[in-house]
């Protein structure tokens, strides 16, 4: 089936260096992912949607000059953790439906990314 | 999308049926029932869904009331891999994300 990878699975970076996480869809092209966020024992939060060759699109309260996303192809979607503060500590999911799916439940999710700022 | 209620946590003895509740009173007539699972530092993982009819497939069965306003996942023999947080997730068919509340953390125990 289709398959969602994400790079790295953990990362462990120093408070305000920028952190970069790859999403990437495995054997199909993506023009729409997903970007959430969860914090420890809680649910996932969608943070943006990554759009092929436009502007992602944030949900409120998320700061897109902190957390840069860039969808240059269409099998690679990458947020940027910018100045990174330990409270960005965070599990990164991205997710994707391959084309053709039925969107109803064709969501694939990557395997996430945990992010600790020190 | 409609708000839906789980209980937080819920546990299952090994083997047997796990069967975990979800409450969405407010449901719209075009708006589906989703469950989902994540297990632990991985990202979640589809199971079914249903709009008013009762579903079945190879992972789990799902129970809508006749009224809609709640429903069960139904994991018929459950074993200590199935031990993750679900989510019930209530949404239009053609919404474009998911929306994901609490969950419910089950626990299989041997």
């Known amino acids: 089936g289709a398959v969602v990878s994400q790079h790295p699975s953990r990362v462990i970076c120093k408070s305000g260096t920028s952190v970069k996480i790859e999403c990437r869809s495995l054997?199909?092209?993506?023009?729409?992912m997903f970007w959430y966020r969860q914090f420890p024992k809680k649910s996932l939060m969608l943070m943006a949607t990554s759009n092929e060759g436009s502007k992602a699109t944030y949900e409120q309260g998320v700061e897109k000059d902190k957390f840069l996303i860039n969808h240059a192809s269409l099998t690679l979607s990458t947020l940027t953790v910018t100045s990174a503060h330990p409270e960005d500590s965070s599990f990164y999911i991205c997710?994707?439906?391959?084309?053709?799916?039925?969107?109803?439940?064709?969501?694939?999710f990557g395997s996430g990314t945990r992010l600790t700022v020190v | 999308d409609a708000k839906t209620t789980q209980p937080p946590s819920m546990d299952c003895a090994e083997g047997r049926a796990a069967n975990l509740p979800c409450n969405h009173s407010?449901?719209?007539?075009?708006?589906?029932v989703y469950w989902y699972r994540q297990i632990h530092s991985q990202g979640p993982q589809y199971i079914i869904h249903?709009?008013?009819n009762n579903e079945t497939n190879e992972m789990a069965s799902l129970i809508i009331t006749e009224d809609r306003k709640s429903s069960t996942l139904i994991l018929p023999h459950a074993t200590l891999r199935d031990t993750a947080v679900y989510y019930c997730i209530v949404r239009v068919n053609a919404g474009n994300m998911l929306t994901f509340g609490g969950g419910t953390r089950l626990m299989v125990k041997p």
């Open positions: 054997d199909f092209q993506a023009t729409t």
């Open positions: 407010t449901i719209s007539g075009n708006e589906y």
């Open positions: 997710s994707a439906i391959p084309p053709g799916t039925d969107i109803n439940y064709g969501y694939t």
């Open positions: 249903g709009l008013k």
